[in-house]
T-cell receptor, first 114, second 113 residues
Framework: KAGVTQTPRYLIKTRGQQVTLSCSPISGHRSVSWYQQTPGQGLQFLFEYFSETQRNKGNFPGRFSGRQFSNSRSEMNVSTLELGDSALYLC?????????????FGPGTRLLVL | SQELEQSPQSLIVQEGKNLTINCTSSKTLYGLYWYKQKYGEGLIFLMMLQKGGEEKSHEKITAKLDEKKQQSSLHITASQPSHAGIYLCGADKIEGGSEKLVFGKGTKLTVNP
């Protein structure tokens, strides 16, 4: 089974721009979660999508949004980029996204905002 | 709110030595996960623990969840350079009606040949 894939792997943007990141979950998995990882804050939960609906949300501003398609692929969008948005963005997939269910992570997209 | 504290923050060991990494929670853990991350890459799932006293092993890595379910330890026997990386513990959390996975800050392991 193919693992979780994320595109692009690296991205450089400037302040004020917007960016869209893509995540394809493991086949059969219906839940996709997004995380932001920075040296200062560590790994932080952004949001989770299940069957095209946002089911859970972390404490991030509205500039961070996402969506999920009928094939379970998910995209994350960040508008009006700020320097502090530079981070490794990870997505994870699981079958149901339920508690005590393992999440499998993709390799991440490294975003640099200049 | 539940936080996960990992110790130590970093660890340097000689190849062949045993080591232990700890993950402590301020609240009861219902699902505890151990992941390994190579610098700048995604997380590799190692083990999930659910029951108090549960212990699981994979190759030379053993993880245990204590009886009170507030602490987990990860033990590596006869460490090898391939064990180097950042080890993260994660736990299920319910907050404000939202479910999510929260993580410790990680333990950076260096294994010198």
């Amino acid at each position: 089974k193919a693992g979780v894939t994320q595109t692009p792997r690296y991205l450089i943007k400037t302040r004020g721009q917007q960016v869209t990141l893509s995540c394809s979950p493991i086949s059969g998995h219906r839940s996709v979660s997004w995380y932001q990882q920075t040296p200062g804050q560590g790994l932080q939960f952004l949001f989770e999508y299940f069957s095209e609906t946002q089911r859970n949300k972390g404490n991030f501003p509205g500039r961070f949004s996402g969506r999920q398609f009928s094939n379970s692929r998910s995209e994350m969008n960040v508008s009006t980029l700020e320097l502090g948005d530079s981070a490794l963005y990870l997505c994870a997939s699981s079958w149901r996204g339920a508690l005590q269910e393992t999440q499998y992570f993709g390799p991440g997209t490294r975003l640099l905002v200049l | 709110s539940q936080e996960l504290e990992q110790s130590p923050q970093s660890l340097i060991v000689q190849e062949g030595k045993n080591l232990t990494i700890n993950c402590t929670s301020s609240k009861t853990l219902y699902g505890l996960y151990w992941y390994k991350q190579k610098y700048g890459e995604g997380l590799i799932f190692l083990m999930m623990l659910q029951k108090g006293g549960e212990e699981k092993s994979h190759e030379k890595i053993t993880a245990k969840l204590d009886e009170k379910k507030q602490q987990s330890s990860l033990h590596i026997t006869a460490s090898q350079p391939s064990h180097a990386g950042i080890y993260l513990c994660g736990a299920d959390k319910i907050e404000g009606g939202s479910e999510k996975l929260v993580f410790g800050k990680g333990t950076k392991l260096t294994v010198n040949p």
